[in-house]
Nanobody, 119 residues
Framework: QVRLVESGGGLVQPGASLELSCVHSGSIFSITAMGWYRQAPGKQRDLVAQITTGGDIDYAEAVKGRFTISRDHDKNSINLQMGDLKPEDTATYYC?????????????WGRGTQVTVSS
C-alpha cells in the first residue's frame, strides 16, 4: 500500500521561507518520480517540482530560483524548501508518487498541506 503524508505547511508573511516534507512508504511497481504539486482555489493542480529516481529535477518557471526539491533517503522523504514566498504561492501542496509497470504509469497522492502567504 502506498502512503504519502505531507507536513510543514502554515501561514507565513511574504518573503519568508518554509519547508515541506513528504514521508512516503510502500510501492506496488517501480517508482519513477516523486513530486510536489499545488492547487489554489478554483485553479487546476500544477507541478511545482519533481525529482526522478535518476536524479533529474524539474521546476515550474514560477518557482525557479526560490524553491528546492530534495530527497532524504534515511527518512524516506521528499522535501521542498521554499524561499522568498509570495502571495501567489498560496495553495494546497500535494506530494505525488509516480510508478510504472511495463504498460502504464500510476500516480498516488497525499492529502495535501496548506501554505498561505499573507501579510
Amino acid at each position: 500500500q502506498v502512503r504519502l503524508v505531507e507536513s510543514g505547511g502554515g501561514l507565513v508573511q511574504p518573503g519568508a521561507s518554509l519547508e515541506l516534507s513528504c514521508v512516503h512508504s510502500g510501492s506496488i511497481f517501480s517508482i519513477t518520480a516523486m513530486g510536489w504539486y499545488r492547487q489554489a482555489p478554483g485553479k487546476q493542480r500544477d507541478l511545482v517540482a519533481q525529482i526522478t529516481t535518476g536524479g533529474d529535477i524539474d521546476y515550474a518557471e514560477a518557482v525557479k530560483g526560490r524553491f528546492t526539491i530534495s530527497r532524504d533517503h534515511d527518512k524516506n522523504s521528499i522535501n521542498l524548501q521554499m524561499g522568498d514566498l509570495k502571495p501567489e504561492d498560496t495553495a494546497t501542496y500535494y506530494c505525488k508518487q509516480t510508478e510504472r509497470d511495463h504498460e502504464r504509469e500510476y500516480h498516488y497522492w497525499g492529502r495535501g498541506t496548506q501554505v498561505t502567504v499573507s501579510s
